[in-house]
Nanobody, 123 residues
């Protein structure tokens, strides 16, 4: 199975940018669609973005479209989430996840998850 470790979170002000990274080990991520999800306190974990195995297709939640960009480097076994124009409502723990060949916003389709990285955006 694949192990995922996120990094890059932190405390920023509204309007700032952050880039999250998700490094995989034990197995190549090239066979997986890779997604980012987030969970705010007291809320359900929600879909943020997903990228296909070849990086040819991406999908985003409406709330982040135009501000966030998902990318991947299969040679480095790493997935990224570039977050620009951050808002206080983006505050959450961000998780990366791997799905067997399915490009979907449904979290139940993802088999492997990282431990999360905290992003806090102050107003």
């Amino acid at each position: 199975q694949v192990q995922l470790v996120e990094s890059g979170g932190g405390l920023v002000q509204a309007g700032d940018s952050l880039r999250l990274s998700c490094v995989a080990s034990r197995r190549t991520i090239s066979i997986y669609a890779m997604g980012w999800f987030r969970q705010a306190p007291g809320k359900e974990r929600e879909f943020v973005a997903v990228i296909s195995q070849s990086a040819g297709t991406t999908n985003y939640a409406d709330s982040v479209k135009g501000r966030f960009t998902i990318s991947r480097d299969n040679a480095k076994n790493t997935v990224y989430l570039q977050m620009n124009s951050l808002k206080p409502e983006d505050t959450a723990v961000y998780y990366c996840a791997a799905s067997y060949g399915v490009l979907t916003p449904t979290r139940e389709a993802y088999s492997y998850w990282g431990q999360g990285t905290q992003v806090t955006v102050s107003s």
